[in-house]
């Protein structure tokens, strides 16, 4: 799992092109959105579509569940190994 | 946190549009002949492979995203106009500014950018080789304001028209206004006849 969390950090930094910084300043429990790492729609858009690339998941853009998996990285970690049974 | 959106041709157009909106709510007008076009022809691309297409390229690729993206980041509630210009890019944004400025707005920050273009366009347009940005404030004649004073004229009836490129053909028609505000003076023609003069007092 750990593996996966660090790995996210990555993509997330990469298909967002987040400037000077690192995975280590991400903490896996902290905010994606609003508050804590401060993206926006736009990016919760992006980020679902490389998820959905990178690990063949589907993503409901309507469920509500959907809202919490995206609320940090170690969520997003739990959803798309989960996700990948 | 937003400067990671821009392309290069946007981070070209705000440096130079930047320093001269100087923290002011001013009118801005943005004049591309392509806008964004790599970013366009990389969705194009996407689509025909059909994958899914990026949210954020899809965003910016509109015409107006550099004017979009400069107004919210400087928080300019003024009007924000975004231009092709088509074959007299030059001709399209003077006009446009000359008309603003004749209506009673005292200033505005006047932007031309251009990109290289894929490979693709070149069988239909020539391309810049590099990025160019031009950025112009232009405020309504005050008395004994400081800088360069542009006069565009309109075709004379009679004479016949200064010959002009279209940009299509001659994709750096950056250049030459840029000289003249280098030189402090200069005269261009900037398209059917209209013609452009840059000088001192």
């Known amino acids: 799992m750990s593996e996966l969390v660090e790995e996210i950090k990555t993509l ?6 987040l400037e000077d910084i690192t995975p280590e300043e991400i903490q896996a429990d902290e905010a ?3 508050e804590g790492l401060g993206l926006d729609s736009i990016d919760a858009l992006e980020l679902g579509l490389a998820l959905q690339k990178k690990y063949n998941i589907s993503i409901d853009a309507e469920s509500e569940t959907t809202k919490t998996h995206f609320a940090s990285v170690s969520n997003l970690a739990k959803f798309v190994a989960d996700s990948r049974g | 946190m937003q400067r990671r959106r821009l392309s290069p041709m946007a ?3 705000f440096a130079t549009a930047y320093p001269l909106i100087n923290e002011r709510d ?3 007008v943005c004049c591309s ?3 964004e076009a790599l970013r366009t022809y990389s969705l194009l691309r996407d689509a025909a492979a059909g994958e899914a297409l990026s949210p954020t390229a899809f965003g910016l690729s509109v015409h107006n995203a550099i004017a979009g ?16 210009g088509g074959d007299y890019p030059l001709q399209a944004g003077l006009l446009e500014a000359a008309g603003m400025l004749a209506e009673g707005v005292p200033e505005l920050v006047l932007l031309f950018c251009e990109e290289p273009l894929p490979e693709m366009y070149l069988s239909s347009a020539r391309s810049p080789q590099f990025i160019c940005a031009t950025a112009l404030h232009l405020s309504t004649s005050a008395a004994g304001a400081a800088g360069l004073k542009a006069t565009l004229t309109s075709p004379r009836e009679g004479l016949a028209a200064a010959p002009s490129s279209s940009a299509f053909a001659a994709a750096d028609y950056q250049l030459p206004l840029i000289s003249a505000l280098v030189d402090g003076d200069g005269r261009m023609p900037v398209g059917q006849g209209w013609e452009l003069c840059i000088h001192g007092e």
């Open chain 2, 33 to 35: 002949v392509h806008g």
């Open chain 2, 11 to 13: 981070k070209a157009a």
């Open chain 1, 32 to 34: 994606l959105f609003g």
């Open chain 2, 26 to 28: 001013i009118p801005l």
């Open chain 2, 69 to 84: 993206q400069l107004s919210i980041l400087c928080d300019i509630k003024s009007p924000a106009l975004a231009l092709a």
């Open chain 1, 12 to 17: 997330i930094i990469d298909v967002l092109n």
